[in-house]
């Protein structure tokens, strides 16, 4: 169960004046169960990238493999294959269109064919994983608030039962407690349904805290794909490309400055609680 | 796939002309457009089809780019022609049942294709070259002396300057929304008419509740920003005619006289 890109590149506009690479011979293998944190600047190719992964964008060259198969084969059932790898993308509350939530959460699985019972316990089982109190459910989606909406946009994609879930910017626009439920959300996912995430983000603190291995984009090119710990070690670098570590490692270096004794490869709020509580002692 | 229509899109790049008065572009347009409609021989349609490849070579936007927005409106041609050549009364050449292909359908066929075409590619090369700001302003400043007459100019104008500026919004929105949905397996290229139309809704209502939103968006931004119509507007960049532009129309009527005297008036054998 891994997705591999094979030499993928995509350019946009191919035929004018403007053609753009928004994808450079990328090579990238996601393995079962990851989770990948996806970061790079506005127009890196982070949203290109991760179109490709359910075969929405075909590359202008290069393959992707699903499971040992070129998704662009003739015969590939590339329906089947969003099913498998669930997208959502940004301000996914723009896509919400019936006229209840639970309706709309049953979107997805009807469309992959599952009977009318399997779409409604899909549909509830995800409005539950995401956590939207049940009197809402049949409530318009239009009239929910936005980080409702969200959720109602995460669970249509989960009903659809996907084994990879991709998140295109999910925080994107929320505020800061919103923003934690849904990376709470996310990562309780993972643990109980053993899914693969991929979080695309431009928020070093968002995929620090809890990636396993960051991808790190820059002009569609792929530059550092390594752990949080090995990854922010390149906080020069990482500043050049207008991106920064994340909020609790610049702390650390500061303090390291002022000559306090603390390691420099923290990169969550916890880590940093223990060695400074540790300090304090 | 959105993306590839190009049909009243604007092409960004720099050429003789793109950087013509707009004015000189709409009233070139109109008299093309008058001209194809008044020749009725080859030999005309070969002179406005050879003005029309200087024009495209000029503007330096690739022929392949216009071509490929005329695929949208493939259908439209291919209506047009089986409509002419099968419903034209006159000297039958070819008989399918109740059908029959004339020897004047199959000419006026040809001809309609002929005169859509050149009518189309010459339209969009206006829209190619000019921005839809300088098409409204061009259009505002041509139309200005209906102002007496207690036309709204200028409020049509800028309507039809918003207008021009959601399309690219609403494709943007469209490919989005189209995107998202295909992502939850919607399939909007095959399947059963009633399957297709379900998917449709769930491409249509978000892509209204957004249209709604922006234009609501918009109307607040000029309220913010005291709009009040054309009353005592300025331009910032005013409209004034240069020397290329009185050259561009002499080339205009040149090639409206030509187009006449070969097309319809000479005595020619074609």
Redesign the interface.
Known sequence: MSLILDHVTYEYGS????AVKALDNIELVIDDNEFLGLIGHTGSGKSTLV?HL?G?LKPTSGHIYFNGRDIHENDFDR?AL??EV????QY?E????ELTVFKDVC??P???GMKPEQCEVAAYEALEAVGLDEELYDQSP?DLSGGQKRRVAIA??LA?HPKVLVLDEPTAGLDPKGRDEILDLVKELKKNLGMTIVLVSHSMDDVAEYADKIVVMDRGKIIYHDTPKNVFAHAKELEAMGLGVPQVTSVMKSLADAGIDVPQDITTVDEAADVLAALCK | MLRDITLGQY???DSILHRLDARVKIIGTFWFIISIFLINRVSGYLVAAAFLALVIKLSHV?F??MI?GLKSIMILLMITFAFNIFLTPGEILVQFGPLHVSREGLVLALKMAVRLILLIIGSSLMTLTTTPNNLTDGLEKIFNPLKVLHVPVHEVAMMMSIALRFIPILIDETD??M?????????FESGSLMKRAVSL??LL??LF??AFQRANDLAMAMEARCYRGGEGRTKMKPLIYQKKDYLAFLVIYGYLVVCVLIGRVLPLPF
């Open positions: 035929d004018t004046e403007l179109q359910n929405l329906r969003r099913g669930g997208l959502v993308f996914p723009h896509q919400l269109f979107f997805g009807k469309n992959m239009l249509g994609v659809m | 092409y960004q790049t690739p392949r780019y490929k989005k929304i995107k998202a949905q295909m992502a939850r397996g919607a399939d809704g769930a209502e978000p509740i957004s």
